[in-house]
């Protein structure tokens, strides 16, 4: 997904590209995989995950009203 994504945004640098995820077994592991930094929003599905990667920023809760 972040491949063809990337594929988008020709010319930007993957270091101005942040990947935003609730999920500690699937999100922040694609991001960080990527070579992105990551931002794990800990008010969504957030749980534990036996060797999950650690993200780079972590934010309680994120709501947009």
């Known amino acids: 997904v972040y491949d063809y994504c990337f594929s988008l945004l020709p010319g930007i ?3 101005k590209i942040l ?3 609730d999920n500690l077994a699937r999100d922040i592991p694609g991001g960080a ?3 992105l930094d990551t931002l ?3 008010s969504g599905v ?3 995950a036996a060797g999950a ?3 780079t920023y972590r934010l309680r809760s994120f709501a947009i009203e």
């Open 13 to 15: 640098a993957r270091e």
């Open 19 to 21: 990947a935003v995820g």
């Open 33 to 35: 995989g990527s070579g």
């Open 40 to 42: 794990l929003v800990e």
């Open 46 to 48: 957030c749980h534990a």
């Open 53 to 55: 990667v650690a993200p």
